[in-house]
């Protein structure tokens, strides 16, 4: 590790989220602000801030649900606001005093519902 990076020496690298509608989830991943890597009929991989990657994982038999990530950006009310003139259908934003954030949540083509955090990064380099 470089002495002068001042990032945590650890990130997550890996998230995964199984779909039975690869070519939807694909443009939704795109249309939220992921950077595509790779695009596959089985598998496909994008990028986030940090380096993380979500790994798209074609099922045909899937459980919706809750994903087993959550997401967060910098300001809740503009991407609230985008995701809502996309038609994606953003849930109102709450508040989580408790934790000191806001939240909404979206549900992606294949049924799971992903939670939106407001950030909460400390300021220094991530």
Same mark, same amino acid.
């Given at each position: 590790?470089?002495?002068?990076?001042?990032?945590?020496?650890?990130?997550?690298?890996?998230?995964?989220?199984?779909?039975?509608?690869?070519?939807?989830?694909?443009?939704?991943?795109?249309? !939220?602000?992921? +950077? %595509?890597?790779? #695009?596959?009929?089985?598998?496909? @991989?994008? &990028?986030?801030? *940090?380096?993380?990657?979500?790994?798209?994982?074609?099922?045909?038999?899937?459980?919706?649900?809750?994903?087993?990530?959550?997401?967060?950006?910098?300001?809740?009310?503009?991407?609230?606001?985008?995701?809502?003139?996309?038609?994606?259908?953003?849930?109102? !934003?709450?508040? +989580? %005093?408790?934790? #000191?954030?806001?939240?909404?949540? @979206?549900? &992606?083509?294949? *049924?799971?519902?992903?939670?939106?955090?407001?950030?909460?990064?400390?300021?220094?380099?991530?």
């Amino acid at each position: 590790m470089n002495q002068n990076d001042q990032r945590p020496s650890v990130c997550v690298a890996h998230v995964v989220l199984q779909t039975d509608r690869m070519d939807d989830s694909i443009q939704f991943m795109r249309v !939220i602000g992921m +950077r %595509p890597i790779f #695009d596959g009929p089985e598998v496909s @991989v994008y &990028e986030m801030r *940090g380096g993380t990657h979500l790994i798209l994982m074609r099922k045909n038999n899937i459980v919706a649900g809750d994903a087993s990530f959550d997401l967060m950006v910098d300001d809740l009310h503009a991407t609230h606001q985008r995701f809502t003139s996309l038609g994606l259908s953003p849930s109102p !934003i709450e508040a +989580r %005093p408790a934790i #000191d954030h806001e939240v909404f949540t @979206v549900r &992606e083509p294949a *049924g799971h519902v992903i939670t939106f955090f407001s950030s909460h990064a400390s300021g220094k380099p991530t």
